[in-house]
């Protein structure tokens, strides 16, 4: 037997006046979410736009020459190199060469300091540690400060963990976004680690 309540629900259900209604509210829920997600939008990009123009990232970034680590003689480095290695003191060797205290050691002939050998006059190099040894001259400070005051909000997560101009080189240096095309090809697939300015020179596909 069919209950009372099921039946009556049936009968309202085919009045014309009843499924108007619900098709009126299911309209305005509609469009009121789309003016709620529409205020949303224009609310961050707002407040991107407030960030980026009035409000400058404030980066932390020391480039004082002398840290901690140095006092205490001891070298952080490249870390991930097979082959080479690149020391914060600017120093750049093979890896057998790295003494214990994580150091380059310059009395080895091959040991070079802030080289940019396989580096473009655009900041853009084909090997890692090269980019880092070359990023770390004293005479790139400004070039990096420049490129901090003009990075995007984009660039602030990767940035704002950077305390000083090793750790700046390290990370500028890494590819990202910066260094690729179509997000799978690179810009330039022989210089892809860039601590220049401006992301490598986009060759033709």
Request: glycine share 4%; hydrophobic share 35%.
């Amino acid at each position: 037997m069919v209950p009372c309540g099921a039946v009556l629900w049936r009968r309202l259900l085919r009045k014309r006046w009843v499924l108007a209604l619900v098709f009126g509210l299911s309209l305005v829920y509609f469009i009121s979410s789309t003016f709620k997600q529409e205020e949303r939008m224009v609310r961050d990009r707002n407040l991107l736009q407030v960030q980026e123009h009035e409000q400058p990232i404030l980066w932390k970034v020391k480039f004082s020459v002398g840290n901690s680590s140095q006092l205490s003689n001891q070298c952080r480095n490249s870390v991930q190199g097979k082959l080479l290695i690149t020391d914060e003191l600017g120093y750049i060797c093979e890896r057998k060469d790295l003494l214990v205290n994580g150091c380059c050691d310059v009395h080895v002939p091959s040991t070079k300091l802030f080289s940019c050998e396989s580096c473009l006059p655009n900041g853009c190099c084909s090997v890692y540690e090269y980019c880092v040894s070359c990023c770390l001259q004293p005479s790139k400070q400004h070039l990096l400060e420049r490129f901090l005051n003009r990075a995007a909000a984009a660039f602030q997560n990767l940035f704002m963990a950077v305390e000083d101009h090793f750790e700046l080189c390290l990370a500028k240096c890494r590819t990202s976004s910066q260094s690729v095309q179509h997000e799978n090809t690179y810009r330039d697939p022989i210089a892809k680690y860039c601590y220049g300015e401006y992301p490598p020179e986009l060759l033709p596909v």
